[in-house]
């Protein structure tokens, strides 16, 4: 039998990327576009045609999940050249006569493989959830077991997010410039195939291998943006979108990157009051400029002194990196900070209760995939996606550093410093502009380390047709599932109804819901979630 949407598919991802002037115009505007040369559609008919082979993923795991590897275009303007491998996976729903379709999933990144989803998506969605949906996970393409990239990189060249210092600014961009050059050398002409929009295009072919007219999405993070972009490529095959802690469009990606020195700012200022408000308990000030000023003295402290705990010393740099998303649970920064303290004083004290120093890489696991994968895959989707954002001057780095070090004093230079993205290639396509009218929820915790709320905010108005969901006093990076009944009900209602709320809605946390996020990033993972997903200092 004929896959469903060979012709759509054409109508609008060939002439997005045959024309990107038309890739960059309004939703409508792409969906009516003229397709190019009819010869194109002969090329694209065997990705559409394909038949997955869907097997057992793993013998240790349950045989419902299955995965399976399609072929996709490494260029969509090149539809009958090189192919590249995209791993699929998926959990069938539990209710066959009561199916809606397919829910694709995302957990962040770039650079996160996804493969797990449909595993994570079992546990969190509640039956009635599950009975709707065939649960889709996919690697995106350069990631996992999707045709990986690789620079070749080092685990010290894999930590990026480096202070800025007169004396190591030139080793900085040294080290800037490298990665650049070892991802164009190991990953050669791959590379700049590898970006958001490629992605999106890749979703939409699994869609039409699917069968399926539409797709209901689930994004986290990075993968808000990679929901979104799809909605502005492909609107008309949206169905029901949650887009939970969401990136900035206009951001994409360097202005992503300074979110997180900004946002720390009033984080920190809330932290300082709850601290001062419990000094008989933690000790660190009766008031907020007691509390600040004993933040401070331990950075200075330690910049003249590493700090020594279970064999690790921590700069001033390294208080301060760790800080930056600490400082969103107000009780997880008021524990590293005692930590610190009695350590500095010449106390026990344990590390374990230290997040990881910015920047810190966390190796890919599977034995199939380059040791750097994540770093790689990183950053040719940070670069490639929006060039225009990274100035190609090095002393532009400098002056921005100094001057975010100044004004976001916790984390202003790691987020402005030069990276390698000032001296990669240019984009092959201009970024996205999202401005829609599709349906769609984003979720967003009022405390949100790597996508503070106004983030999320700027993607509300950029979808237009959206509802927002704002968790008051909500912490943590990633809501659902977060045992927030006010907060799991509406996206849970929203899933199996398909009815987005009539108006914005506003949760307020709970202890619970925030012990539970606060518990889950010791671990890594997001809330709820059986499985590791995101490496820090990511989206």
Known sequence: MRRRGLAPLLAVSVTATLAPALATSTADAAEVGAAPAAATGSALDQYVEQKPKWQRCEADLPAEYQCATIKVPLDYRAPGGKRIDMAISRIKSTAPDQRHGVLLANPGGPGGPGLDMPMMMKESLPESARQKYDLIGFDPRGVGRSTPVTCGLEPEE??????????TFDKDVAWARDVARKCREKSGATLKHITTRNTVRDMDLLRAVLGEKKVSYFGYSYGTYLGAV???????RADRFVLDSAVDPARAWRGMIQWWAEGAEPAFDRWTEWAAARSE????????????????DLVQRADEKPIEMDGEKYTGDDVRGMMRGAVFSVKEGTELVVELKKAAAGEPASAKKLPAPAGTARPATDADVPSDNGTAGFWTVVCN???????????????????????YPLFGDFASSVK????????AEPATVVNNKVGSLVVQNEWDSQTPLPSGQALHADLKGSKMLTVLGGEGHGVYPSGNACADGEVEDYLTTGKLPAKDVTCEATAGSNGDARENRKRDVLPGAPLPQRSPDRF
């Open 281 to 296: 308990k933690y000790g660190l000030g009766d008031t907020p400029k007691k509390v600040d000023r004993t933040f401070w």
């Open 385 to 407: 996606d929006n060039s225009a954002a990274w100035s190609r001057d090095p002393e532009s780095y400098r002056r921005d550093a100094i001057e975010d070090k100044g004004r």
């Open 420 to 427: 390698p993205c000032a001296f990669w290639d240019r984009s």
């Open 158 to 167: 894999e930590n990026w997010l480096r202070p800025y210092k007169e004396a």
């Open 230 to 236: 799809y909605t502005q490529m492909f609107p008309g």
